[in-house]
T-cell receptor, first 114, second 112 residues
Framework: ETGVTQTPRHLVMGMTNKKSLKCEQH?????MYWYKQSAKKPLELMFV???????ENNSVPSRFSPECPNSSHLFLHLHTLQPEDSALYLC?????????????FGPGTRLLVL | QKEVEQDPGPLSVPEGAIVSLNCTYS??????FMWYRQYSRKGPELLMY????GNKEDGRFTAQVDKSSKYISLFIRDSQPSDSATYLC????????????FGGGTRLMVKP
């Protein structure tokens, strides 16, 4: 479908669970992003990684913990989430972080927290 | 006030109509303007990309940017049912590490 894949596509978890979201890009890009998309709200940038270094953390609660082991993979580790964290979590990548670089999105993981 | 404003719709049009989608913004530093299309249960896909003011055309799609009015538009000619999706505008100042600011999206329905 696209050069950015995400697993799982759907996830249901309780507030005490720990789970991880995975993103992989096959485009040879150097920057990767995590976004949160909630109903009736604009996409919210959560984290940015450039060359495996976290360069942005947009005031995200510590119950979300990102990991970027290499330039092709990005994880979002989840623990003790709240029901309001239910949303579509989107991963994106771009060639670099200079202005105007196109971001390519994956299909997202739809998360439901019970 | 939101940094980027976009009417959420839904906008319902008959097949073949010309569709106009719009966003207004407040940050005069924005230089790069994008339109993404998002189908239900999918991630956003880039549709149009424009730098600074002006028009850009690609097939049935035309993007316009008016920086003096802080207003961008996407026109879809001869709309098709397959154009039914949510359209997101996004913009970047270009000097902040490629950070995009998105509008909330407009849901478009093209009826056969």
């Amino acid at each position: 479908e696209t050069g950015v894949t995400q697993t799982p596509r759907h996830l249901v978890m309780g507030m005490t669970n720990k789970k991880s979201l995975k993103c992989e890009q096959h485009l040879g890009h150097n920057a990767m992003y995590w976004y949160k998309q909630s109903a009736k709200k604009p996409l919210e940038l959560m984290f940015v990684y450039s060359l495996e270094e976290r360069v942005e953390n947009n005031s995200v609660p510590s119950r979300f913990s990102p990991e970027c082991p290499n330039s092709s993979h990005l994880f979002l580790h989840l623990h003790t989430l709240q029901p309001e964290d239910s949303a579509l979590y989107l991963c994106a990548s771009s060639r670099g972080r200079t202005g105007g670089e196109t971001q390519y999105f994956g299909p997202g993981t739809r998360l439901l927290v019970l | 006030q939101k940094e980027v404003e976009q009417d959420p719709g839904p906008l319902s049009v008959p097949e073949g109509a010309i569709v106009s989608l719009n966003c207004t913004y407040s940050n005069s530093a924005f230089q790069y303007f994008m339109w993404y299309r998002q189908y239900s249960r999918k991630g956003p896909e880039l549709l149009m990309y424009t730098y600074s003011s002006g028009n850009k055309e690609d097939g049935r799609f035309t993007a316009q940017v008016d920086k003096s009015s802080k207003y961008i538009s996407l026109f879809i000619r001869d709309s098709q049912p397959s154009d039914s999706a949510t359209y997101l505008c996004a913009m970047s100042a270009g000097n902040a590490g490629n950070m995009l600011t998105f509008g909330g999206g407009t849901r478009l329905m093209v009826k056969p």
